[in-house]
């Protein structure tokens, strides 16, 4: 009897530590979440680089089990595998990373020959300040509107390197939501594009773009950093990386640490940050009224963003001779969802005139957009920090 009463208890004990004696409701509503997420992915073709790894990192972060145990195994337990990990993304680690990948792969000569098309990037970030005030209005702190704002620049590192300085607690809702409407991408701006767009404007086709030299692409990143990182300081981690790893592209001389910077070691960051930010949704610090607001301003933002740069490129072209005038479908672009928004602005001018490639002017904007989001992000840590 003894014996058999050891048993009893040791297998209740073990029962006791597994996820069907610790699940919850909101555990289980987050792991259907991430499923949803990795059918988007998979299914729906909808950036399943970002989506695979957060998708399996929202399931791996709502296994249930029993906290008081000590297993650390947690994202949130010290010294467990997943917190180590975490570190990258709380610190702020992985975002520069990912800024050095991009550079190392993005061509610039676009916005190079023809320098007014920052000012689109420029323009979509009103979709930052824009959704600064709403949440203000809301009820955020200074701090965390801040953070809640800069998804409208469509740009998943940046808003995870601001947040993680100013909001840290909002940080794992802040990032799925801005890693969600970079995904919704082809869903969300098609709409806008035609709506305020007329047919006579998208078919307008733009002068093809002037040949740059090797020189000017190597003079670009120099003086792209001297200029933004003597405006707004504190965007130096961004920035610093993002000129960093277009000077390896373009120098001619680093060709092989421009090719890991934009391929394995973009990889490695990417897998590591998408799986982090999706373990950091755990139900108990993801399943609030926050994370309802932040996702409403979230979408606020991203809509207000890519309105502005449709609409300021129909106000450029007041201004503009007729064999100058730019075509308003690649506005869209000014948020730094690179490069797919510019392939909507591209799929999309297809749509009404199947020989009006929009692809390569619509990338001067796009890259626009990723230093713009960056040098606002400098300028709301400068302002708050």
């Known amino acids: 009897m003894g014996f058999l009463e050891f048993l009893a208890n040791n297998f209740n004990e073990f029962l006791s530590y597994t996820g069907f004696a610790n699940a919850t409701m909101g555990n289980l509503i987050m792991i259907v979440v991430g499923i949803i997420f990795i059918w988007l992915a998979i299914k729906k073709d909808f950036e399943p680089l970002l989506l695979v790894p957060i998708g399996l990192g929202i399931v791996l972060g709502n296994i249930p089990f029993r906290a008081d145990a000590g ?6 337990e010290d010294n467990s595998v997943l917190n180590i990990f975490y570190q990258g993304v709380r610190q702020g680690w992985y975002p520069p990373l990912v800024f050095l990948g991009i550079g190392a792969m993005t061509d ?6 023809n320098p007014k098309l920052i000012l689109i990037g420029a323009a979509a970030q009103f979709g930052i300040f824009g959704a600064y005030m709403v949440a203000l209005a809301l009820g955020f702190e200074p701090n965390q509107a801040a953070g809640i704002a800069i998804i409208g620049g469509a740009d ?15 940080m794992g809702a802040i990032a799925v939501c801005a890693y969600s409407y970079m995904a919704l991408v082809p ?20 002068n093809p773009a002037r040949h740059v030299s090797q020189t000017e692409r ?6 792209g950093l001297l200029l933004t990182t003597f405006i707004v300081p504190s965007g130096l981690p961004l920035l610093g990386m993002l000129f960093f790893g277009n000077l ?5 001389k680093t060709t092989r640490l421009a090719k890991t910077a934009g391929s394995s070691l973009n990889d490695i960051v990417v897998i590591l940050l998408g799986l982090t930010v999706g373990c950091s ?23 207000i963003a890519s309105t502005s740069g449709i609409l300021f490129v129909k106000f450029m072209n007041l201004f503009l001779s007729s064999d100058k005038k730019i075509n308003p479908l690649i506005g869209n672009a000014g948020v730094s969802a690179v490069p797919m928004s510019a392939r909507i602005s591209n799929n999309i001018g297809l749509e009404y005139d199947r020989h009006n490639f929009l692809l390569m002017h619509a990338m001067g904007p796009n890259v626009a957009g990723v230093i713009g989001s960056a040098v606002a992000a400098g300028a709301l840590l400068g302002f708050l920090s």
């Open 71 to 76: 297993l650390e195994i947690g994202l949130y």
């Open 108 to 113: 610039f000569s676009t916005l190079i020959s």
């Open 156 to 170: 998943g590192p940046t808003a995870i390197f601001l947040s993680s300085k100013l909001c840290p607690n909002l």
């Open 187 to 206: 869903v969300i701006q098609p709409p806008l594009m035609r709506l305020l767009t007329t047919k006579k404007e998208r078919v307008i086709r733009m």
């Open 218 to 223: 190597i003079l670009f990143p120099i003086i």
């Open 248 to 252: 390896l592209k373009e120098s001619g």
């Open 281 to 303: 949704t755990q139900a108990s610090e993801f399943l609030t009224i926050n994370t309802i607001k932040i996702f409403f301003l979230g979408a606020m933002a991203f809509i």
